[in-house]
């Protein structure tokens, strides 16, 4: 059984930094395709960033520049970096394995 915790949101004012981390338990985050996802109220889940078990990353547009995913192979945990955060980035935020989901850790972008 896969299981994920996030951890790492809070409240941040705009042009702050914010680190998420996802750490996996019951499965190598290095063997697969590991994402973060975000849900703001009234809209749907979208995808932010992805990495591949290569280590190739992708992001959505709105993040490019800003944020960035990476993993620690020692610790078994995927990181998802944002820099200049702003309003718009408000939202529930959850990692994705193949096999499961998080719980979402909330990040506020307010002043």
């Known amino acids: 059984q896969v299981q994920l915790v996030e951890s790492g949101g809070g409240l941040v004012q705009p042009g702050g930094s914010l680190r998420l981390s996802c750490a996996a338990s019951?499965?190598?985050?290095?063997?697969?395709?590991m994402s973060w996802y975000r849900q703001a109220p009234g809209k749907q889940r979208e995808l932010v960033a992805s990495?591949?078990?290569?280590?190739?990353?992708n992001y959505a547009d709105s993040v490019k520049g800003r944020f960035t995913i990476s993993r620690d192979n020692a610790k078994n945990t995927v990181y998802l970096q944002m820099y200049s955060l702003k309003p718009e980035d408000t939202a529930v935020y959850y990692c994705?394995?193949?096999?499961?989901w998080g719980q979402g850790t909330q990040v506020t972008v307010s002043s």
């Open positions: 019951g499965s190598i985050v290095s063997l697969n395709a």
């Open positions: 994705e394995h193949p096999l499961s």
């Open positions: 990495i591949t078990s290569g280590g190739r990353t």
